[in-house]
């Protein structure tokens, strides 16, 4: 048993272990009576899946039902896998932005190039204080 938490309990209101049982027998609740805190438990692997209260799941309510439905790796949710997805989704939105930012740089230094070019040597302002090349080249 975890310390200060108890398996038998009388403040489960809204049946909440009961229902937990209902989609999986392993799951059960533990209560800490000198913290207010809530474990819900996988019998299976012996180790907590949740603990209440955190962010967004203030009490034991019908809300932890759904979630623990949502998660658990009876469903076959795997925590890692969503890490895993979403640190790619990062990686992919960073390349996006510097394939953006390398490809804008490119421009930029082509418009340059051609400018000089053209134009000669300008002090690099030009365009964008004193209206463009076009009134450089007058």
Known sequence: MRRGFQQTFTNDIYHI???LQEYDEHLYIMYNTSTGEWLIMDGLIDHAIMKIPQI???TLDARVVEHIKRIH????FS???HVDANNEARQ???D???ADFAEYYA???LEATRNLALYGRTDGYQKYVQ???ENAAS
């Open 107 to 109: 421009k930029e230094s």
């Open 17 to 19: 272990e009961e229902r």
């Open 79 to 81: 925590a890692s896998q």
């Open 96 to 98: 996006r932005k510097t």
């Open 73 to 76: 790796i009876a469903n076959g």
């Open 56 to 58: 967004g799941f203030e």
């Open 92 to 94: 992919r939105d960073s």
């Open 131 to 133: 209206g463009g090349v």
